[in-house]
């Protein structure tokens, strides 16, 4: 029995040496394995980090338009002496925003014009629209050519039937994005009404 010991004594130092070789194999592949999680998270962090900065963290321009427009009480002179007209417009203006944060944005002023000449304009009171939603706001404008040239060609436009005016407003304010970014943005209105004096309706209009 003496004599196998030698044998058994070989055997678990085998034993060992094959455990200790298969552990110092295995190593490497863990540190491969963890190496790779590794990257896979910071791939998908960084897939993360990008789609969040092209869509909540993008901020784009809100639109200033208006939606309807009306008119009522129109009255008008076509005579070469004196051409004149009035009439009161009731309107509808379109604060859209896409952006996943608030806009708020200060008192402005929409100006209608003949001719780059002011005849008549609103207040539109500071208030907010919210993430992404259209915010609505009813204005109602005393429209006149009180101001406008005698020299100018407002007897003939009278006479077409046709009188075109102009508007234009400004919404200067800042998008909240999560309660700690601020961007500001002041996007524009500019506006052609058309009015149909015969049939005293507005005739089209576009924005852009």
Not at 15 to 20: G, H, I, L, W
Request: charged share 20%.
């Amino acid at each position: 029995m003496a004599e196998k010991e030698p044998s058994n004594i070989a055997q678990q130092k085998s034993d060992v040496e094959s455990t200790t070789m298969h552990s110092e194999e295995l190593r490497p592949k863990k540190s491969m394995k963890c190496l790779a999680y590794v990257a896979a998270f910071a791939v998908f962090l960084t897939v993360i980090i990008i789609l969040f900065s092209l869509t909540i963290m993008r901020v784009r321009d809100p639109k200033h338009r208006l939606s309807s427009i009306g008119v009522e009480g129109i009255t008008f002179n076509s005579s070469t002496a004196s051409p004149s007209f009035s009439m009161r417009s009731d309107a509808a203006v379109a604060v859209k925003n896409t952006n996943f944060g608030q806009f708020k944005f200060d008192n402005s002023t929409i100006k209608l014009a003949y001719k780059g000449t002011n005849v008549g304009e609103a207040i539109i009171a500071k208030a907010q629209a919210r993430a992404r939603s259209t915010k609505r706001i009813q204005v109602l404008v005393g429209v006149s050519s009180n101001n406008v040239s005698s020299n100018s060609a407002l007897a003939s436009d009278i006479n077409s039937g046709i009188l075109t005016l102009t508007s234009h407003g400004r919404l200067d304010g800042k998008v909240h994005l999560l309660k700690m970014f601020k961007t500001k943005k002041s996007p524009e209105m500019n506006c052609t009404i058309n009015i149909n004096l015969v049939d005293k309706v507005i005739q089209d209009w576009h924005c852009n």
